[in-house]
């Protein structure tokens, strides 16, 4: 696995990941007043990372830094305002609406929410054939064999199909919105905050279960969380987003053993220890995060940075490769390479 | 094929049994709510009446009979006779009949129309912009009024009475329905349907429409009621029913110069259109209970 450091080299004669996202970028209008210019919210801003078959790829960040803006972005629920983002070499962002329901079945999503993100008015047996009727896949009966295939494989069972979704804990609705993501047999699932909202004993459970998934049906995950125990758990590569920009990628080891960003080694001193004998040092940072209306100029976290210098303030730094899986936005690390 | 066909039928059977037991405990649940009992008791007692009952005297409702006029109530005329001698029992229930017709359709088309409305205007912002305007313009503007300018120009038949209070009461369907549909949209499983590639007729109509429902229903059994209470308005001032076809505004308009001497021509009709109406409002208050039993807490804290 190689990556390319700049988003304009051509195809190299590494192999094309599964998904590539190049420079994403997602600004929301926010209109200010009637003789004030717009302004906008610059959620996303610039990111840049690839996802290879079978790979999960973890996305951290903390709330509002832009990381379900970003999920939501790749999969056009929301339409970018600049960027590109490839699946196995197509730029789906410049796919036209029919075009792009080919795409649909390729990457699905595990939403946040689950008490809000399952139709209340339909049984759970219709909740999951709805995507294959808007695809037109299969007929009435091989659609509910599939349908009871599905159950199974998130583990629940044939009886729970006609059930509605308030009969279920959060835990088991999860579970259906898993199966919601399969049932087009995606390559690729988004899973948004998917065990945030769970107690801890489920959510390990219902992370087994997608890591399972993950290499019974060869899927690749892009995971969103905040938590960052749960993404080293389940990742093979991690990002770590601040204020719209990925700040640091590197395999979930390296990460958490050797962080190079100053807000990527903040975040880790903050996890608490399993030893409490261990003498570590909390880097503790101050003030606020910045409004995305309003990013600081030069690096997004010279204002909270214990290291910032003058170039930090004035140039925003590019993503510096330290090795072959890790790279950092950073000033500190000029000419390090 | 005969492998599939088992767990197939073991599913249709568990499909029935689990159908039977939400049925039963919906059933139970709405037998419990006494005010959606009773306004459905009395609603459909009256339907009963309205139509049966006139079945129950040899008179018709347009009947003359000049020697009978305005006989108090007895055997042969259980609710006394009016100036021309018709049977006041038979004219209310026949005027019942009109109302129950009117209030019906009526409730029916402004729901088709206001949830068409409603839904779209939800769904597509420029549209919500157009549309909304033009129910805030209708429903700015008075009800009577404009029903009796319509009829006074196209003329006062059942047709046109129903007609203009579809017009007048569609608005109140259709904000009811848009600011429903407003708050669905929103909901992560609506997204979801998108992330899944729905198209916008199916999320619109087969997602967003079912969870407005409830609502819907509510709203319209109350616009029934209006409908009703609106056409004995119309009626008494002569701009609704037709004079000799009987309806309870106009019983009441004929009863109005008798009141003193004839109280049975005013009591009579009167006490219909309370009935008729109370019956729908509570049956619509309860319903509200029974269906969203969020909104009812905060209202019934008012």
């Known amino acids: 696995m190689s990556h390319a ?69 790749l999969l056009r629920l929301v339409e970018p305002t600049d960027g590109a983002c490839f699946y196995r070499g197509e730029n789906i962002f410049e796919k036209s609406p029919s075009e792009f329901a080919r795409f649909r079945r390729e990457l699905q999503m595990v ?58 804990s959060g835990g088991q609705r999860q579970r259906i919105g898993l199966a919601r993501a399969l049932s087009l047999s995606p390559k690729v699932v988004i899973c948004d905050e998917t065990v945030s909202a769970l107690d801890v004993s489920i959510q390990a459970q219902v992370l087994n ?112 490769t330290i090795s072959d899986t890790h790279k950092v936005a950073c000033h500190l690390y000029e000419g390090r390479a | ?130 549309l909304m305007r033009i129910t805030d313009g209708l429903m700015a503007f008075p009800a009577i009024l404009l029903a009796i300018s319509v009829i006074a120009v196209f003329g006062p038949t059942t047709r046109n009475v129903i007609l203009t209070l579809v017009v007048v009461y569609t608005p109140l369907i259709a904000r009811v329905v848009r600011s429903n549909a407003l708050v669905v949209k929103e909901q992560p499983y609506i997204e979801s349907l998108r992330a899944l590639g729905s198209s916008r007729t199916r999320i619109i109509w087969r997602h967003i429409f079912p969870n407005t429902v409830s609502s819907l229903i509510v709203q319209a059994s109350f616009v029934f009621a209006v409908a009703i209470i609106t056409e004995a308005m119309l009626s008494f001032l002569g701009v609704g029913i037709p004079a000799p076809h009987p309806s309870l505004g106009n019983i009441l308009y004929d009863g109005k110069n008798v009141i003193t001497s004839a109280w049975w021509m005013t009591v009579f009709p009167g006490a219909m259109i309370i009935g008729v109406v109370l019956g729908q409002n509570i049956l619509g208050d309860g319903l509200r209970d029974f269906l969203d039993p969020h909104t009812n807490k905060a209202v019934s804290k008012r």
């Open chain 1, 5 to 73: 450091t700049s988003p304009d080299t051509p195809r190299a004669s590494a192999p094309e990941p599964l998904l590539r996202a190049v420079e994403v970028r997602q600004h929301f209008p926010v209109r200010r007043g009637f003789f004030k210019p717009t302004a906008y919210v610059k959620a996303v801003n610039g990111v840049s990372f690839e996802i290879a078959e079978g790979e999960t790829f973890g996305l951290v960040g903390e709330s509002g830094c832009g990381k379900s803006t970003l999920g939501r972005t």
């Open chain 1, 111 to 168: 939403f946040q929410d689950p008490y809000s993100s399952l139709n209340p008015k339909m049984r759970v047996g219709d909740i999951l054939e709805e995507a294959m009727k808007i695809h037109g896949i299969g007929t009435r009966r091989t659609r509910t064999d599939r349908v009871i295939e599905l159950l199974e494989t998130v583990g629940l069972s044939s009886e729970h199909y006609f059930r509605f979704p308030h009969e279920f």
């Open chain 1, 209 to 320: 279960l997608m890591k399972r998934i993950r290499r019974e049906f060869d899927l690749s995950y892009l995971f969103i969380s905040h938590d960052l125990g749960v993404v080293k758990y389940i990742s093979d590569r991690i990002g770590v987003m601040y204020l719209g920009n990925l700040v640091e990628v590197a395999t979930a080891e390296e990460l958490f053993e050797s962080p190079k960003h100053p807000y990527t080694q903040a975040l880790i001193s903050a996890l608490p220890k399993t030893n409490p004998r261990t003498k570590k040092e909390r880097i503790k940072l101050t003030g606020e995060v910045p409004s995305p209306l309003s990013p600081p100029s030069g690096c997004c976290f010279h204002t909270r940075c214990p290291h910032a210098t003058e170039i930090c303030r004035t140039t925003v730094p590019a993503s510096r």
């Open chain 2, 1 to 130: 094929m005969t492998d599939t066909s088992r767990p197939d039928h073991d599913l249709r059977a568990a499909k029935t049994r689990l159908k039977n037991e939400q049925r039963a405990l919906t059933l139970r649940r709405f037998m419990a709510n006494r005010l959606a009992v009773c306004g459905l008791g009395l609603t459909v007692v009256i339907c009963l009446l309205a139509f049966l009952g006139p079945l129950l005297t040899p008179h018709g409702p347009l009947d003359i009979n000049p020697i009978d006029r305005l006989q108090p109530p007895s055997a042969e005329h259980w609710m006394g006779t009016d100036n021309f001698g018709r049977d006041i029992y038979v004219r209310v229930l026949h005027g019942t009949r009109a109302s129950l017709l009117i209030g019906f359709s009526v409730a029916l088309l402004s729901s088709l129309i206001g949830v068409a409305i409603g839904l779209y205007s939800a769904y597509f912002k420029l549209l919500d912009h157009v």
